[in-house]
C-alpha cells in the first residue's frame, strides 16, 4: 500500500492561506509559518502529519498528497475545517 509523509497548514480564509503561500514561495520556511499561523494541533509540529496511507485523511488531502508532486506547497485545498497548504515530502 502506498505511504505519504506530509505537512500542512490550516487557516480560515483562503486569503490568508494565498498570502501565507506567497511567503513560503518566497523563501519563508513553511515549519515557522505553519507554527505561527496553523490552527491545526499539528501547526506546533511545524505541520507535520508524519506517514499516512490513503484514506487515513480526508479525501482532498488524498488527491494531493498521492497525485501531487513532492516538495512543492500545494493549495489553498479547501476541506470542511478551513483552507490549507500541503507539502508531500515523501511517498513510497
Known amino acids: 500500500m502506498s505511504q505519504a509523509s506530509a505537512r500542512h497548514l490550516l487557516v480560515d480564509t483562503e486569503e490568508k492561506c494565498l498570502a501565507l503561500k506567497a511567503e513560503i514561495e518566497g523563501g519563508a520556511d513553511f515549519a515557522e509559518i505553519a507554527k505561527q499561523n496553523s490552527s491545526c494541533p499539528s501547526g506546533q509540529r511545524g505541520g507535520d502529519l508524519g506517514t499516512f496511507g490513503p484514506g487515513q485523511m480526508v479525501a482532498e488531502f488524498d ?30
Not at 67 to 91: C, I, M
Request: proline share 3%; aromatic share 10%.
Open 63 to 92: 488527491q494531493v498528497v498521492f497525485n501531487g508532486d513532492l516538495n512543492v506547497v500545494h493549495g489553498p485545498v479547501k476541506t470542511q475545517f478551513g483552507y490549507h497548504l500541503l507539502e508531500v515530502t515523501s511517498r513510497t
